[in-house]
């Protein structure tokens, strides 16, 4: 186990910038998720890390080794891939004992170990069979189990569940999670999936356009977005973001005033304020801080989606199950002020939260 | 008295005569292209065996003789050594072409380098020259080098057209592998020749077979460059068979003897291996 290191890491095809130039330490032990949409450098990152891309400047540390012109099988890494990458032509049992034949353990060595880490992730039965003839949650699990047979340093994991199904999703995710603190090996995890990277990482690391948008606990991704970019990209559905602005010393939020909430930021200035929306309230419209016309109502079971226009603006809130609401109602909403988030409108960066 | 005619069960009558008869007309198709290209191979190996008096003739009963054999591995004939020359030229031309190839389509396949993208095309565009144009360079260089009349001036010579296809063949089948296999053996350890030697080859061996069959019988069956290059000592089974052509006439049943020779090893071949080469040939049609 070791920590990750990149210092001034840059990935270019010509003028084409994969990852700009970004800083980053991973501790030792800690399971990092990288997150963004597709494009963002997460992958690139990643792979640069295994070796797979070779960085344009910068440097690479894996513990206290330079690795950065190294060979990915000097580096002491393990990888998953999102395709898997099995060997077809070889058995269960010869995936998961590759990297131990290719290390020249002895065959009874390989053997046991194979064994042992089947067992872990509950393969011991398969063994004997080849790739073609196993489920995609089974060779996600021999592509795990290839990963950990000889405890590499580094664990790297290229969305490695998105070729699954929903339910097989949720049970593979708590495998990788429990695989993790178990082994304890450091880990950098790769998703476009926020679920994902909520429930996994320790913390995660926000990507887009090769640019680092904010490193944080999943609390304080969720809770403190450094950026509107993190705002809108992490949360389902994401946070309403309306424009808003100080008037003569109150604040105004989509074109209407809000009385009772402290004004952010200097006179005239041009804010976006965010809010989740289970963080905004349902009440009649004399009891309203904002008010707004129903345009959607959807019940999610545990849940009610309620979707309302505010002048230009087009919000989510989250309410209770029993709530109804036709199209049209013209209907109140309560902002709680702990939980609104101000961004200048110009810089995009985040001022302060209430 | 009024006759009544069962339209609903006449219908599906005339349907099923319809049908059988375009059985019929297609079994006639199958047997009629068999016979075409299954008759002149039976023919070779009857008249191999048929007296000389004989040979011409297209009886098909007659008293087989293995008079033709042993003449045609006697003077002037010499298949024996000329079945020799084509094992050892075709042999050789494999064993280099084949790894050379298989290199050389990874390499196109996989690494991204300035002309890149053009070289395949380049490599296969020599193709397109015809032979005849190509066989005197050759000529005049293997005469300055001494090399005419020798089994690896025939081998040279087949490399020059057998390793661009070959190249080309396993370039398709690189091309539809994953590259996350081979990228999965590095980071578990292996080097990229490794990776390739112990990931990606055995997975590729449908596509490389194919390739192999393709330079076997091209090789095995090339007459033009070794007709030009050679005179006595390395001449190979196709152009033994102009031996066979005399001021006294055409010895037909040596000729067919020394066929027999050439297509025995397609017919070997094609027992063995059609499965890797049907799986070859399709491979990447569908997933």
């Known amino acids: 186990m070791a920590a990750v290191r990149l210092v001034s890491v840059e990935k270019r095809w010509g003028d084409v910038t994969g990852v700009a130039r970004q800083s980053l330490e991973i501790a030792d032990g800690e399971f990092m998720v990288f997150l963004g949409p597709s494009g963002c450098g997460k992958t690139t990152t990643m792979r640069m890390v295994a070796g797979l891309e070779q960085p344009s400047s910068g440097e690479i540390w894996i513990g206290d080794r330079d690795v950065t012109d190294a060979?990915?099988?000097?580096?002491?890494?393990?990888?998953?891939?999102?395709?898997?990458?099995?060997?077809?032509?070889?058995?269960?049992?010869?995936?998961?004992?590759?990297?131990?034949?290719?290390?020249?353990?002895?065959?009874?060595?390989?053997?046991?170990?194979?064994?042992?880490?089947?067992?872990?992730?509950?393969?011991?039965?398969?063994?004997?069979?080849?790739?073609?003839?196993?489920?995609?949650?089974?060779?996600?699990?021999?592509?795990?189990?290839?990963?950990?047979?000889?405890?590499?340093?580094?664990?790297?994991m290229d969305e490695p569940l998105s070729n699954l199904d929903a339910k097989l999703r949720v049970s593979m995710r708590a495998e990788i999670r429990r695989l993790q603190a178990e082994l304890r090996i450091t880990t950098i995890y790769v998703t476009?999936?926020?679920?994902?990277?909520?429930?996994?990482?320790?913390?995660?690391?926000?990507?887009?356009?090769?640019?680092?948008?904010?490193?944080?606990?999943?609390?304080?991704?969720?809770?403190?977005?450094?950026?509107?970019?993190?705002?809108?990209?992490?949360?389902?559905?994401?946070?309403?973001?309306?424009?808003?602005?100080?008037?003569?010393?109150?604040?105004?939020?989509?074109?209407?005033?809000?009385?009772?909430?402290?004004?952010?930021?200097?006179?005239?200035?041009?804010?976006?304020?965010?809010?989740?929306?289970?963080?905004?309230?349902?009440?009649?419209?004399?009891?309203?801080d904002l008010h707004g016309q129903v345009y959607m109502f959807e019940l999610t079971?545990?849940?009610?989606?309620?979707?309302?226009?505010?002048?230009?603006?087009?919000?989510?809130?989250?309410?209770?199950?029993?709530?109804?609401?036709?199209?049209?109602?013209?209907?109140?909403?309560?902002?709680?002020?702990?939980?609104?988030?101000?961004?200048?409108?110009?810089?995009?960066?985040?001022?302060?939260?209430? | 008295m009024t006759a009544h005619v069962d339209l609903s069960l006449a219908a599906p009558l005339t349907k099923a005569r319809r049908r059988r008869g375009q059985h019929g007309l297609r079994n006639a198709a199958i047997v009629l292209i068999t016979v075409v290209w299954v008759l002149p191979v039976l023919w070779i190996m009857a008249t191999a065996f048929k007296p000389p008096s004989e040979a011409a003739g297209l009886a098909l009963w007659f008293a087989p003789t293995l008079a033709n054999l042993f003449a045609s591995f006697d003077v002037p004939y010499l298949l024996g050594s000329r079945l020799l020359n084509s094992v050892l030229v075709t042999a050789g031309t494999l064993a280099i072409a084949i790894p050379v190839s298989t290199a050389a389509a990874y390499a196109f396949s996989r690494f991204r380098f300035p002309g890149g993208s053009a070289a395949p095309l380049v490599l296969l565009a020599t193709q397109f020259l015809p032979p005849v144009?190509?066989?005197?360079?050759?000529?005049?260089?293997?005469?300055?080098?001494?090399?005419?009349?020798?089994?690896?001036?025939?081998?040279?010579?087949?490399?020059?057209?057998?390793?661009?296809?070959?190249?080309?063949?396993?370039?398709?089948?690189?091309?539809?592998?994953?590259?996350?296999?081979?990228?999965?053996?590095?980071?578990?350890?292996?080097?990229?020749?490794?990776?390739?030697?112990?990931?990606?080859?055995?997975?590729?061996?449908?596509?490389?077979?194919?390739?192999?069959?393709?330079?076997f019988v091209v090789s095995w069956n090339e007459f033009f460059y070794a007709l030009v290059l050679t005179r006595d000592h390395a001449i190979t089974l196709p152009v033994a068979l102009m031996s066979a052509r005399t001021e006294q006439g055409d010895a037909w049943e040596i000729m067919a003897t020394m066929g027999l020779f050439i297509i025995a090893p397609m017919l070997v071949i094609s027992r063995f291996v059609q499965r890797y080469f049907v799986a070859g040939l399709v491979s990447g049609a569908v997933r």
């Open chain 2, 133 to 215: 144009i190509i066989v005197i360079p050759l000529f005049v260089v293997f005469r300055n080098l001494g090399m005419l009349d020798t089994r690896l001036a025939l081998v040279i010579a087949n490399l020059s057209f057998v390793v661009p296809y070959a190249t080309w063949m396993i370039k398709g089948f690189f091309d539809a592998l994953p590259v996350d296999m081979e990228e999965a053996a590095q980071i578990d350890g292996a080097s990229r020749l490794m990776a390739l030697w112990s990931v990606v080859v055995p997975v590729a061996v449908p596509g490389i077979a194919t390739a192999a069959i393709f330079s």
């Open chain 1, 192 to 288: 476009h999936d926020q679920i994902e990277a909520m429930t996994l990482a320790d913390r995660i690391v926000v990507m887009q356009g090769g640019v680092i948008q904010q490193v944080g606990t999943p609390a304080q991704v969720y809770g403190q977005p450094a950026n509107l970019f993190v705002a809108g990209f992490v949360g389902s559905p994401p946070m309403n973001l309306m424009p808003a602005v100080v008037q003569d010393g109150r604040l105004h939020v989509a074109g209407q005033a809000i009385g009772g909430m402290p004004p952010v930021g200097a006179q005239g200035i041009e804010l976006v304020l965010g809010i989740r929306p289970e963080d905004l309230l349902l009440v009649p419209p004399d009891e309203a």
């Open chain 1, 71 to 156: 060979l990915p099988k000097d580096r002491d890494v393990a990888m998953v891939f999102q395709n898997y990458g099995l060997y077809p032509h070889l058995t269960v049992g010869d995936n998961i004992g590759y990297p131990l034949r290719i290390r020249g353990h002895s065959r009874d060595e390989r053997r046991a170990k194979v064994l042992e880490v089947a067992r872990k992730v509950e393969l011991e039965h398969l063994l004997e069979r080849r790739p073609r003839d196993l489920s995609g949650g089974q060779r996600q699990r021999v592509a795990l189990a290839r990963a950990i047979v000889r405890r590499p340093q580094v664990f790297l």
């Open chain 1, 301 to 354: 079971g545990d849940a009610v989606l309620v979707t309302v226009d505010i002048g230009s603006s087009r919000i989510c809130v989250r309410g209770d199950r029993h709530v109804r609401h036709a199209i049209g109602d013209i209907v109140g909403l309560r902002l709680d002020p702990q939980h609104c988030h101000f961004f200048d409108a110009r810089t995009q960066q985040r001022l302060a939260s209430r």
